[in-house]
């Protein structure tokens, strides 16, 4: 329900002419989110609300340069060793403590990949394990300070899983003490820069943990704040009772920065949207067809038409943060409605209606990118069947299959989590290639960097030959601040206030 | 008659005028004059609409709308339209007193009998204990005949009867000892066998206060029997005036004469015997009916019965009326014979056709209130062309010929069949809903109460409307009334109701011999203008007595 | 009696409802489906939830399961919270319940006394004035209201936080939000039943009695004029619960009406069932209430006489 009207009345009223100054002395952020976390612990939670709360009171054994190449670094391992494809062993930092003072042990660590916690089917965190962590088959301690980790199978992945979602490490004591998941979650205790005060329906409160291991935080309380309405989240930013908000959409930058004060921050994040093909149908099957389409979309336009073109059009399935798997000298999509006509021409279409199928609740201008789209395939003379759904269920319902819009995150900056993780196996009615298949098998198994290189580039081009789908732009999240508060987000839905302070 | 009390009036009305202010205002009363004599018992007679209750209400400054005022109202002394808004509330106070059509209504419905006394009895003693207070409200009830009036004070109007709340009413209107007292229409709410005894009331009050008295009425019995003075009006303006015997004995106006004929009685003698040797078009036989509040009133049989064994029968081309106060039972058994209601036990027949051709007879329904059983948005013509369409005729020519015969056989002018409901007078209204029920030419008519909603004149144009009907269509007609100058005018038979039992059933000539039923008996006596016409009784005799009321 | 009647009434009311909503939120498509997006969770991940979640066999089994429980006072675990479906709705009981108190009671102050003067100027000026005005506030959506007054005393004058939970401050515009929107239609219903009391012959009667009109005001048009309000007034009040979701979400307000929002979206049928169990239950107990005010008010009725 976003009021286009918001800005305009604001701009009625006039622009704030007075301000209070921050409350105190001490140094405290605002942040309004749409959504707020209802648990905190990463293993029940893995949504947007829990991405920008967690990020900050949770650490993992080793993180990632999220703002740069995407490089592994060191984080509550202080070092880590490959031992062969199956192994890691990783060496604790010391001196840690967590939120309740008590120091963090190999004990701590084994606990938080614990079969109960993670790999039990009727744990409650198994599903949000699974997602990155499946691989995973035993945690344990070889010494005091010394950790060894081993995966099922060959894994060239298992430092970056150590990174991700759901591999933060909880206070064994205080899990325990708080009787398992759901009273852990509502009193976390973990070893990141802000503990937890409070959990309410209305607002999460963080307070700077003086002890952190990184350093004591800059700020010395963190609040997020429920606002689901946009117009009003950009009216409290006006009126001072907010310093950051969340999912500003592009419509809405003027509104925003009409305020001398405020500013718009943030861009592309490390998610791709994409129009997905099922091959299931009569005409997709056609690889030319696929093509055709692929070619009849001018990427950019939709770009600047709806993003004021600030995301990307990347070249081909990957991100800059993939670090040496990143080919920066792959072309960019090409925008050829006559070849497109052609390749239709030859695949004998002769304009049988395809559907596509959009979902009315999702993230970004779902609508207006579908609506842009539809009109591009329609110049080229395709017949489109355009399906506003409601939920998943709906949207993969066979038959009646054709195209649907989706996104593929990249939550872990390797292929492996990007690529891969979308076109695997587990959708082979939709689409298959039994070379890619191969590939990507290769790229999962093998620890040998070249090898998995050069498979990568491979099925990149996989991907823009035979395509299971047309990817369109990356997604885009944009916050409105305070000119006054210091804070860099990163390409990614994480939001992260280590380094965040208040000039 | 006491000259003395000619000199003084207690009221003096001049040249009066009403209007409904606006830009174009709309004349309600026009130059309307009288006057009311110390102990006087005037009557403002009208129909409904002929700007009588506009008057009286005048008189108190109690309009519902902000009026343009022409004229003079003075009232024991007091010119009551240049009154202050202080002055006007003592003179509602201490010289005027006012009873209400509808006592039940006139009662606030939230409040006990006992509060509202007492919040009244405050006005004249201000500083007064409040058992003392109670006390005189106590007195007060005594004084109207209310008995156990310490009771009395703890319950609200609808725990009392109709009756009783009108004797609250003249309670109250008499607390002040007012010089005047104006009843509006003060028993056409009540049953029958109460209107005398609170008429009755009116009258001793009148004698032991020396009051003056200000009726408005449609009734034109109880005038006869108890005004001395009469004034008519007709459409905003006296169209008469005088005392009551040389306006009974002699109107000089053209409206009042035909008034004073329609409502006159005639003890019937009618021949109806060779009516009872027909066929018969409708039967009663031990017809049972009680209705329960819940179902556990069911199971332990605590019900209101309407019917109880209830017998009777209509024949072909009969009038017969079904009599009875409200809750006698009589509208069940109009729609037990309609078949809306059915009967725990007993058999009502409808009997076939003396040719055989129809195994059931034709029986149509006319309602107490007909503008409700129209649509109001559709003219008449059309509402009728509806009725024949859905019954299968097709040719718009019969049906128009069809409906122009029934029109004029109820009385009406072709001009109606153009006119939206809205537009037509009450009477009118009702040979409407009569017309329709005749077009499926019926056998036999059910209406219930039909005459209570328009005015003695109306009346007499649809009795004759029923003769003609019955005499030229040969239709039976079920008549259900309580009142007796209806049966007398027309009905061939007469069944009294009471409980739900038959309590007469005799033909109507028989009616009047006195050897009825104590119930009927009193029935009759009850009745307004009986006197009038029974015995050359002298209405112009100052206080007139009480007739055959009881308390 | 009539009350134990009127109590089985509304219980098997409610459970018909309950199955409703429990049959309708379960037929819409796989509730796994609506929560989970296919391309970011595994199928081994998707299965762990329908089991945990007891999405598992037909929708009569889930229907059984679910029947007992409640009997057995367990009402669910949330999806969203993984806490007891009950703890959740009532930890945002009392938010809901402050803004819709608070907002009842404006609408009260505001709407009795306005709409009186309306009635006792019927056609004038005031009346005119009021009664427009009155059309305004119930055409303009709370929604729009909400960020009016946002940027009216948030972002242009700043004596009030524009977003949030827990002091008075926080409270008023909500409540000056949906008090004043429900105020408009309350006034109007305050108007008419004003003017009709007037128009009883009862008050004529007392009038023509000589009382004050002060009096005849206070003892004769209120106590009439109560009655068809004091049916009216739950229901307005009951559609406060359904304008809070609008209100909740402009004013960040952690109410039931945004929890209805969230669960309905999530998928959260144990939230949702609890919701409207005690909605509706909410709403019955009001009734009798009502009933029960009635009877008091109004010496008429049937419950009246059962005393």
Known sequence: ?503 | MNPDRFAEPVCRVENLGIALGGDHPIPLVEDVSFEITRGGYFALVGESGSGKSITCHSMMRLLPFKPEFRGRIVIDGQDVWSLTARQLMQFRRKSVGMVFQDPLAALNPVRTIGSQLLETLRLYYPSARHDELRTRAIEALKGVHIPMPEQRLEIYPHQLSGGLNQRVMIALAMLGEPALLIADEPTTALDMSVQAEVLDLIDEMRRQNNLTVLLVTHDLGIVRDRATHIAVMHKGRLVEQGSTAAVVGAPKADYSRELFAAANVEWPARETSALRQKPFALSFENVNKTFYASSRDRKADIGVPAAKAMSFAVHQGEIVALVGESGSGKTTAAKMAMGLVTPDSGTIKLHASAGGEKSKLNVQMVFQHPRDSLDPLMKVGDQLHEVLKVHGWRDAEARRSHIAQIIQDVGLGAHVLERRPTFLSGGEAQRVVIARALLLKPDMLIADEPLSAVDVRIQKHILDCFQRLRERLGIAILLITHDLRVVFEIADQVVVLRHGEVIEDVPVSLFTDGKRHEYTQMLIDAMPGKAASEQAHDPGHEGAVATGGRI | MLLISRLLRAVVSLWVIVTLVFVALRATGDPILAIFNPDDTTQAALDAYREQWGYTGTILQQYLTYVSNVFHGTFGISNMSNRDALEVVLERLPATLQLVGCSALVMILVGLPVGAFAALDNGGRLDRTIMSLSTVGFALPNFVLGLALILLLSVNLRILPSNGYGSIQNLIMPVLTIGLAKAAIFTRFVRSAVLDALRLTCVTSARARGLSEFRIFTHHVIPNALLPLVTITPLLVGSMIAAGSVVESVFGWPGVGRLIVDSVAQRDLAVLQVIIMMVAFLMIATNLIVDLAYAKLDPRTALAHSH
């Open chain 1, 1 to 503: 329900m976003t009021l286009l009207g918001a800005g305009a009345a604001y701009g009625l009223l006039g622009a704030p002419t007075l301000c209070f100054a921050q409350a105190g002395g001490s140094r405290s952020l605002r942040v309004a989110l749409d959504e707020l976390p209802k648990q905190l612990d990463p293993l029940l939670y893995q949504t947007n609300p829990g991405y920008r709360t967690m990020l900050n009171i949770y650490d993992t054994l080793l993180t990632v340069d999220y703002a740069g190449d995407g490089a592994l670094q060191p984080a509550l391992a202080e070092s880590w060793k490959r031992i062969d494809a199956q192994t890691i062993e990783l060496t604790l930092r010391q001196g840690v403590v967590f939120h309740d003072g008590s120091p963090l042990t190999v004990d701590d660590v084994v606990f938080s990949f614990s079969n109960g916690r993670m790999f039990d089917p009727k744990s409650p965190g198994y599903g949000v394990a699974q997602q990155f962590l499946s691989t995973i088959k035993t945690v344990g301690a070889v010494d005091g300070k010394t950790i060894r980790v081993t995966s099922t199978v060959a894994d060239p992945a298992l430092e970056l899983r150590l990174t991700a979602w759901g591999s933060q490490i909880v206070s064994k004591k205080a899990f325990e003490a708080a009787g398992g998941f759901a009273g852990f979650a509502r009193k976390p205790v973990g070893t990141g820069p802000f503990s937890v005060v409070s959990l309410s329906p209305d607002a999460v409160q963080l307070k700077a943990f003086p002890e952190y291991w990184g350093g004591k935080p800059n700020i010395d309380t963190l609040t997020y704040s429920s606002s689901p309405e946009l117009s009003s989240r950009i009216a409290g930013l006006a009126s001072n009772d907010f310093d950051i908000i969340t999912d500003v959409p592009a419509d809405q930058f003027e509104a925003v920065t009409r305020d001398e004060s405020l500013e718009i921050v943030g861009g592309t994040v490390a998610s791709l949207r994409i129009v997905k093909f099922d091959t299931r149908n009569e005409v997709l099957k056609d690889v030319r067809v696929r093509q055709a389409l692929a070619l009849a979309v001018d990427r950019q336009a939709i770009v600047d038409a709806l993003w004021q073109g600030k995301v990307d059009v990347p070249h081909g399935h990957q991100l800059p943060a993939y670090g040496p798997f990143y080919d920066a000298s792959k072309p960019a999509y090409k925008y050829d409605p006559d070849q497109a006509k052609t390749l239709l021409d030859a695949a004998g279409y002769k304009g049988q209606a395809i559907p596509y199928r959009i979902r009315t609740a999702a993230y970004g201008p779902e609508l207006a990118t579908a609506q842009i789209v539809v009109s591009m395939w329609e110049q080229v003379g395709v017949k489109i069947d355009l399906q506003i759904v409601e939920n998943f269920a709906q949207m993969m319902a066979y038959p009646g299959v054709g195209m649907r819009n989706g996104v593929d995150p990249v939550l872990v900056n390797d292929p492996l989590f990007g690529l891969w993780r979308s076109y695997d196996r587990s959708q082979k009615d939709v689409w298959s290639n039994e070379e890619f298949f191969a590939l990507g098998d290769k790229l999962q198994s093998s620890v040998d960097l070249d090898e998995r290189k050069q498979a990568f580039a491979r099925m990149m081009e996989i991907f823009d030959t035979d395509p299971p789908g047309i990817i369109l732009h990356t997604m885009g999240v944009f916050y409105g601040k305070k000119k006054t508060i210091n804070w860099k987000p990163i390409p990614s839905v994480y939001m992260n206030f280590r380094e965040a302070s208040v000039a």
